[in-house]
């Protein structure tokens, strides 16, 4: 390929007002977390003028027993919702990579419904049957009692691991398998050996993407969370109702930071690559 | 792969069974059910009959709420062609940087939509509450200026911050801080597959770069415009906290008088079939973005 334009022809980001555009979308992304932060270090309730560093309202928020209690139902149903949803997403993946059934695009369809179906609609659905059709025993022993929401959870997040999974499958090359088979390994080994470590960086999007999905949700945990069942943005939420005030700023940077660390820890393992390629993807919005 | 379940139906049957259960017992179901109400009349206080009555849509069709859906419509479409218009510079200033920097303007983009929504939002409320850092800032440029004004020996009136939260513009505001990230990575993914030569070839062939983009990038990277407008635009019309957070009483949109027949006035077939409605919209906008794929790619085969 000769390069005949004009150098730097589609070398957008030296022009200058590309620049000043990227930097302005960047100060509207970042300003108010920044703000929201920053201020979680202020010593004043009016939280307006920087009156000085402390860490009162860490403390403040953090001996907040029921903010604490939120926060471990949240972290418990991420766990347990991203690791059935792994399970569950790989089944499929598999089971649609590999074969050709009547069906298929049914089942390919419903697969896609929870990724497009608006969370309102999903959170009434789960109320009406966690309501009607399967009371859920809320009094039960914890962690039992946060089955509603960690079933909820799991519906609306295996499909999208099913389809990262699937995605990292199509670059799967046959002949690695076959290889695999003449060498003598039979289905079991085959998987461990070939099949599973070419899925690794699909699995770790994916989980990540589910422990994020189901850390961030609010409208459909909302309408399956008991009175005993907060979790932590429900709980934020009875509190940013009221009023703005630091103890909210604290918790929320804590669970940011938690987020990141998260995102973080798999784009270290998976490769910022996978990651992005599976969230650029598909989406799930407020 | 693709091959025959005859092959070894054990595995088929261990792969497809546990998840197919799941999606039918713990996702169709629960919208067939809902489903099902929107078919049906309140008999009494807790009681609900599936009689196929059509008096639910009816309501729903109301012109009260047939407002607040158009209302709910119009908020989501503004807040597309905003992220759009955005998002578009930004995904081609990601799309053509060195890899370097694109992998740092990715977690630009992507560090926002790894955080919680409802974080984004109650950030945005202390932005923009009366006496927010917005109001904050006004308040002491007018207070410089009176100042200065005064010195020349004209007074300006006291400053009166401006209500922003609980407006209709705050609500449009919030939904394209939240969304704007689902509207740049498609964008970008379309972009970053361009083949740049094609541009290249345009702009050698004398095609202003506005041309260019126009006619070359913008016909090549339409699947990722088609994909960032719909996954905007059904979260936005279907959002629930933003609107309930930042909006006032009068920038209700549909979702929060779904969550009203559901949690407080017990009208449950009437919140069904909103509910339904937001449901076959979702599944319109879904099919026209798949048609307008096949579309693309059927004279190409």
Known sequence: MTRRSTPGALDYLARAPLRLWLLATAVFLYAPLLTLILFSFNDSRRNIIWRGFTLKYYRLALTDSDLVAALGNSLTIALISTLMSLVLGALTALALWRFRFPGKTALEGALALPIVVPEICMGVAMLVFFSKVVPWPTEAPWPFNLGAIIISHISFSFSFVAVIVRARLQSFDPDLEAAARDLGAGTGRVFTSVLAPHMAPGLIAGALLAFTLSLDDFVITFFTSGPDTTTFPVKVYSMVRFSVSPEVNAASTLLMGLTVAVAAVAVWLGGARATSVALAGEGHGP | ?301
Request: charged fraction near 10%; charge should be positive.
């Open chain 2, 1 to 301: 792969m693709d091959r025959p379940i005859a092959e070894a139906r054990g595995l088929f049957g261990f792969l497809v069974v546990p998840p197919t259960a799941w999606l039918i017992a713990f996702f169709l179901a629960p919208l067939g059910i809902v489903w099902a109400y929107s078919f049906g009349e309140n008999i009494s206080l807790t009681k609900i009959v599936v009689d196929g009555s059509l008096d639910a849509y009816a309501h729903a069709l109301q012109p009260l709420y047939l407002g607040i859906i158009g209302k709910s419509l119009a908020f989501a479409v503004l807040t597309t062609l905003l992220c759009l218009c955005i998002g578009f510079p930004v995904a081609v200033a990601m799309a053509f940087a060195k890899p370097r920097t694109k992998a740092w303007l990715l977690l630009l983009v992507m560090l926002p939509f790894w955080t919680n929504l409802l974080i984004r939002t109650y950030a945005l409320m202390a932005v923009l509450r009366t006496e927010g850092y917005v109001n904050l800032t006004l308040g002491w440029g007018w207070r410089s200026l009176s100042a200065v004004t005064r010195l020349v020996g004209l007074r300006m009136p006291v400053f009166h911050p401006l209500v922003l939260l609980h407006t209709d513009a705050a609500v449009v505001l919030g939904l394209v801080y939240v969304q704007l990230p689902f509207m740049i990575l498609p964008l970008y993914a379309a972009l970053d597959r361009l083949d740049r030569s094609l541009i290249e070839a345009s702009l050698d062939l004398g095609a202003s770069q506005i041309g260019a983009f126009a006619r070359v990038v913008a016909p090549m990277a339409a699947p990722g415009i088609i994909s960032g407008i719909v996954l905007t635009l059904i979260p936005s019309v279907g959002a629930y906290l933003t609107p309930d957070l930042l909006g006032g009483p009068s920038s209700l949109m549909i979702a929060n008088v779904i969550e009203r027949q559901f949690r407080s006035a017990d009208d449950w077939p009437f919140g069904a079939a909103l509910s339904f409605l937001l449901m076959y919209l979702t599944l319109v906008c879904v099919a026209a973005q798949s048609l307008a794929a096949r579309r693309r790619t059927a004279p190409a085969r």
